[in-house]
Nanobody
């Protein structure tokens, strides 16, 4: 069983930055971790993936704006979000697949005011 806990969300003005954290209860050394977000009234959408070796991929909507990173020694994954826009307002989730099952965190709210 894996538990994921996101933190770091909050209220920020447009143009500001936030860094989200995703803490895993076990070793994530060899596991890809994904970030998703769900805006009000919309379906959950993929945002970014960071592979075990650090390779990252991003949704077109956040490319150049968000940066995923990880610290395997601390079982932590991060999402640095810069130049935030009101349309980035959403609940942000991290997810990993372990032994064939998907595990999600509880989410952290990010609200960007104009």
């Amino acid at each position: 069983q894996v538990q994921l806990v996101e933190s770091g969300g909050g209220l920020v003005q447009a143009g500001g930055s936030l860094r989200l954290s995703c803490a895993a209860s076990g070793s994530i050394f060899s596991i890809a971790v994904h970030w998703y977000r769900q805006a009000p009234g919309k379906q959950r959408a993929w945002v970014a993936t960071i592979l075990s070796g650090g390779t990252t991929t991003y949704a077109d909507s956040v490319k150049g704006q968000f940066t995923a990173s990880r610290d395997n020694a601390k079982n932590m994954v991060y999402l640095q979000m810069n130049s935030l826009k009101p349309e980035d307002t959403a609940v942000y989730y991290c997810k990993m697949n372990w032994q064939g099952s998907d595990y999600w965190g509880q989410g952290t709210q990010v609200t960007v005011s104009s």
